[in-house]
């Protein structure tokens, strides 16, 4: 709903800078009696983890979560059963390089929140990003971890699909590559890796950056889920990917593609399945028809900006009104768009368990 | 905020479905004494009114507009004073024919919500689209008519910038010609008038239906106003505007093309202006910069998607699971996406107006 | 929530001041396939309208409530059954006496919102008291009609069990004398309607006026509505009770008198039942523990002021500072107390559809 | 706004049980650059720690504060200076005795949430009451501390003014004596000392417990702050003090008294002042005027029940259905309404701290 909480049943509001004590997040309104253990939590933290490869920014971060309230542990010692009170998850910040900001801290960079942050507090801390930092997300695959148990029909998956100017090829799409350990990209498409990786090494030796596309699918998802208007599902979906930090775009479904074809062309047409269910012949709704979830698998996407932080000098000012040219140290990524992907996991994966609580409170039709 | 409720101090509730007796809206937190007339009103409702050209539905429907509360009346008689308290429109239906709604009653219509209300609601009113309707906006461009009252340095204008496979020439973008007599498609490009309405017009007598993509530019927005990472400015604007029936994309500034460009292309430079304000060199971040409005123009883009109902039969199923050819007939726009210009503006304005209340009472900075 | 809506999942607000065209209310979120007609809800309205009495103000409304939206009608042209959408219900003003205000539209009148008004908006809308006028409270009647819907099984029924210093006898209580034709109190104790009107007759003539106590009982309520400290079932009840004009206090249970009493006496034990349920020996806690409803009656008592409309002229002071002396002319009541019967259940039996939709949503469990 | 958060602008979510590993609050929306210590607060939450005399439970608990993120150090590396991002607050558990709850496990107490937990979850944490612990209030007291910050011109002071039979007489009414160290019961009367302390040694003796009212008084509180109807200021008071544990009632200003009494007692006459703003020459109102303040103190009591956890043997049912006799060990509180006051306090704080930032957003006019 608001400045740091987003969800209206399932409601995640997070806490936290880059360079504080912590970071975290409160779910508040979780159903009783769901099992999960620490494990894993911290499993999908894991994925969007940095320091992992020579493509992601090299601060060393264990992001290891603690689960405070709202559980009580089950005789196993292990797995936790939500109690329906508020559930408290903590991050504690390792790595925090005292650094000099010196410079940083009175130069507004281009392509960052500075200058925006100075003009709407009249006061921001300049360590990190504050509250823009990319760790701030890993509150957000925390409570995405404990939605996805909401529904455990429900799969929802994250792919890379464009880097920069390069592509990969949907022919060779392979969910199960996702995870491999020699795909340090997310992507789909196996022959994608080693362009994937010449591309990004060149930017990256030339201090440079560049921006993604990321897909997400969220399969098993009961009709139903959404509203016609306000609050449609799609809505919510968008909603919550454009709060993530660098998205300046947002689709479902065929999105803009839609906009460039006929009626007859983006008509998603239905015969009769065997199982009492319809079949639709083709998917350009992304799922979700007048704001409601069909039954079909949920597709979104979004674009991802390159990374801010370069190397090559820009031209700004500083908070003294004196023109000077930006140059950015430090650890960062050539591509904050890998990392993106469990993030943007996460964000459908809440928007959805939202949804189905507020479609049983209001219909009891779940 | 949640299902017909949008934003969070300046507060729309819409009303409504396309047959009953009236539709409209309450505000809800418009601060007092701003002064607006019916008038105002009025213009704004008459921009997005059926009827007026061949390209559009031949409803005929006065959209007259009636403010039931919230206001006392100026000496003059005319001009309204905001008190503070719920601002209720109303607009009533007057061209409801009783047309015979038999057998789509009974179908799915294939990318209509037909079936996902079945699945949600277990109910549906058939008539016209019910709560999906297009007549449904007409409460939100009322709305956004006082939204733009609030700020009233500011400035909200929409273009269509493509339609199917036609697009404008940016190069003759002209803001003025936008309202002009002999321009039915809201294009900023006089060019691209006859393009159109060759183009559209073959769709229209195929029975077939197109996109389009629309632009928002809202320009005079004062620095501040957003919030680093939920309720982020481009968020809400992204979330508004996915609100609108058949929109299937959003993008902010330059937008998915973001993604493919390098940090250093991206990156909008700064140098310091004479009024103690930065000149930005560019606008690629659309006006919005870590979620917070940087003082340059914002400027939003919506993918609407071709009207589902066509003339031409598409597969599908019916209430009972008969398979069924569906063809809709009656009135209907061969291009929705003409009339979301003003739509599109309303909801831009609303979620700005919003966000500088928002501003004012964190920070009392306005 | 929020300025003038109330309700999480079942959402009522309210629009409307006392002398302008209409006033009414939005209600979202109502579950569909709720099946109601305009006459029950009529009915309700008819129980707190105006002109019914000698004890009741004489303004002449008939108060009649016309149902916009969110429905559709059964074969029987009569019945309503909700789709989901909002329901907007309105009731037009009719009887507005076009009299001189000008006196008063310059004095502050103690007891009111005159001054108050003021000091937030810097303009008030001084006839009938604009938006604090009782006329408003229709809207909340009238949406209370549509909450009782939602609990089959559930009965929500008032009582004004004092006026000033006369009290009922308790051990008269009769639930059927309520909508007694010689009842023109809402007192369950015949014996009292002499002592009542008396009394009030008195206050009448010296132009003065008297407060009152209401109390709310609501039957068949299930057990685990609520929430253990925010959102509980009692808070939110005596949030909206404190939002009725005038109402100056809330008790649930036994209220104040727990604070005199030791915890022996004030513990409710409880015996386990024949029918799997436990039997409470008493209800001190008026069927709510730890937020959350017992499954017994729930109990919840309002103090209402004397309205503070009277003929003793008083001192105060006028827009421009000066010291005056007011007294109110007009139609008004001697006990607003009265009309606040039906007000009251209608608050306490949207306080209650709300948390069944809010414990549907978050446990699946009714 | 929802079930562990309230306030609209001022938003306060509390999370955290009795017997997990920590406890705390974030507070969301509060202004950037308020200055504050993390001494003040914890100076606050002191108050209201238990272990400080023999009246009050012997748990002994450091309730020492963390604030972990939402500030910058100011260069006195002590004052904190909020960044408007949220603050989050911790307090960890420690004295955590591993006792056993075996029975209680099993047994629905009289009076506590048991039974009700139980039917709302089908799950509970029995562990010291799980969620409806005293110690949740913690996070409260830490969140009014900063709310007490927003309007520094502002004080809000409690005090018990009476307990189970006995009160304090008013005429010796001494705000300083509250916090001294002869004083264990937050009573402005110093003569009532010996009268609590023999009563209430004569309470805990005999195994039981007594209940007791508040009153706070918040003074330096503009006019101007509410709504006329919904969000009136005392609501958002009442559902502030009713959200805390074993309240039954609340009262505005003469509260339940108004009920008594006529129209012209009632009225809170004025005159003009010398500095421009009206005088009143009395307070019933309690400081506010249809919802919204006058300027003037502004007085709420609440009613706390007895511990319903007390020695006396009580009947009550178990988790199978059995009849069973109850009887709670353990440290507890005979009148748990004493630590109440710096509770109630806070909630009074936080109440008027997020109107002030609604009126300013609404406004623009503090």
Not at 144 to 168: D, F, N, W
Not at 188 to 206: C, E, M, Q, T
Request: hydrophobic fraction near 35%; proline fraction near 5%.
């Amino acid at each position: 709903m608001s400045h740091n909480t987003f969800g209206h049943l399932f409601r995640v509001t997070t806490w936290g800078e880059s360079h504080g004590a912590a970071l975290g997040c409160v779910i508040d309104g979780c159903p009783p009696r769901i099992r999960f253990t620490q494990g894993e939590i911290q499993a999908e933290l894991d994925k969007r983890r940095p320091g992992q490869s020579r493509f992601v920014t090299q601060r060393r971060e264990p992001d290891e979560v603690k689960v405070l309230s709202g559980f009580v542990l089950d005789g196993d010692g292990t797995t936790m059963i939500s109690t329906g009170t508020p559930i408290s998850m903590m991050i504690e910040n390792v790595d925090q390089r005292s650094k000099d900001y010196g410079e940083i801290a009175r130069q507004y960079r281009p392509g960052h929140a500075d200058y925006t942050y100075h003009m709407k507090y009249g006061i921001r801390d300049h360590r990190g990003g504050g509250r823009s930092s990319a760790r701030e997300t890993a509150a957000r695959v925390a409570a995405g971890a404990l939605a996805r148990k909401l529904l455990p029909e429900m799969t929802v998956r994250g792919a890379l699909i464009s880097m920069g100017e390069k592509q990969i090829d949907r022919a060779n799409w392979d969910w199960n590559f996702i995870g491999d350990a020699e795909n340090p990209f997310f992507t789909p498409d196996r022959a994608s890796v080693p362009v994937f990786a010449d591309y990004l090494d060149g930017i990256r030796k030339a201090g440079s950056s560049v921006g993604a596309v990321i897909e997400i699918v969220a399969e098993g998802v009961p009709a139903g889920l959404g509203a016609p208007i306000y609050a449609k599902l799609d809505q919510d979906i968008a909603s919550n990917l454009m709060s993530i930090n660098a998205v300046k775009g947002v689709e479902i479904g065929n999105g803009f593609e839609a906009a460039r074809i006929t009626g007859e062309q983006n008509a998603d047409e239905m015969r009769m399945g065997n199982d009492d269910k319809p079949i639709f012949l083709s998917n350009n709704a992304g799922g979700i028809l007048g704001g409601i979830s069909t039954g079909q698998a949920i597709v979104a996407r979004f674009a991802v900006k390159p990374t801010s932080s370069i190397l090559t000098p820009r031209q700004s000012i500083d908070v003294d009104g004196n023109n000077v040219d930006v140059m950015t140290k430090g650890r960062h990524d050539p591509c904050v768009g890998i990392r993106a992907v469990p993030i943007g996991e996460a964000m459908v994966a809440c928007a959805i368990a939202d949804h189905y609580l507020r479609h049983r409170g209001q219909t009891g039709r779940v």
